[in-house]
């Protein structure tokens, strides 16, 4: 935000629903996440005496979570929103297939992450958490969402199968369960003919360890395979937060280009 703000760049952020708001975060929840970020442009057009009109230009941009709902918002963008002036959309390390995710995440230092992520659909979509969960998964679960990302050690390498009244784990009860199935498959980003009509780059690290690297660069694909102009950048600097700097600076030139109104390579070629 530093960066964009000494840029000259106008800056609006979400905190998403949930945050600051009644209700359970709905972490991971595609279309929750993409309405939010573009609501809040919408409301920083509004904002009295501001500079920002109707017709500013815009480029949307995230990390992580933050790189899902860009991408979101980016895919509804000309269904939802299209009376914003989008130029381009950044998404770094987005988490494309929440599947594959908890794949990587179970067992695993940021096992925290499947609780947040089993929250928040429970609470989009009504589900019950008895169906799923023991009596100590529930807590667990409950406890999870009081807690922040800096609170993630509290279930480092965490088996979730002792959560549940399977006694599978949470990633393999998103994949067999017909209606925790279901609801994942919604998330999918690149799915279901959507894909941002304006020019995106996606940032992804290889040796990401909380989202898969292929994860990033199957989006890739999928959008250009629906005609999207992508840039992607794989990075080299290890883990989930090694990656972020490196592709946050390269962002920035994204960012120029697209509000100069200059072309902008294509990485179809290569996905």
Request: net charge negative; aromatic share 8%; glycine share 10%.
């Amino acid at each position: 935000i530093t960066s964009l703000l000494s840029a000259g760049y106008t800056v609006v952020a979400t905190d998403y629903e949930g945050l600051g708001t009644e209700g359970t975060h709905t972490y991971m929840v595609r279309a929750a996440q993409a309405h939010a970020v573009l609501d809040s442009v919408r409301a920083a057009q509004d904002v009295e005496g501001a500079d920002v009109t109707a017709t500013s230009p815009v480029a949307l941009a995230g990390y992580s979570q933050g790189g899902g709902a860009s991408a979101a918002a980016a895919e509804i963008a000309p269904d939802y929103a299209p009376e914003i002036n989008l130029k381009g959309a950044f998404s770094g390390a987005p988490p494309a297939d929440l599947n594959a995710v908890a794949n990587q995440l179970e067992g695993s230092l940021y096992a925290q992450f499947l609780l947040y992520a089993m929250a928040g659909h429970m609470e989009a979509y009504d589900l019950d958490p008895t169906d799923y969960l023991n009596e100590r998964g529930r807590t667990v679960v409950a406890d999870a969402t009081e807690g922040c990302v800096t609170d993630v050690l509290e279930n480092a390498f965490l088996r979730t199968g002792v959560l549940t009244r399977s006694g599978l784990p949470l990633s393999t009860l998103a994949a067999t369960d017909p209606t925790l199935s279901k609801v994942l498959a919604e998330q999918r980003l690149g799915a279901s003919g959507r894909a941002p009509e304006v020019p995106v780059m996606i940032a992804h690290s290889i040796g990401d360890d909380v989202i898969p690297y292929g994860v990033g660069k199957q989006l890739g694909s999928d959008w250009c395979d629906k005609g999207t102009r992508v840039t992607f950048d794989a990075g080299v600097v290890p883990t989930h937060v090694g990656g972020m700097p490196g592709h946050i600076a390269k962002s920035m030139v994204f960012f120029e280009d697209r509000f100069a109104g200059r072309n902008q390579l294509s990485s179809c070629w290569r996905l």
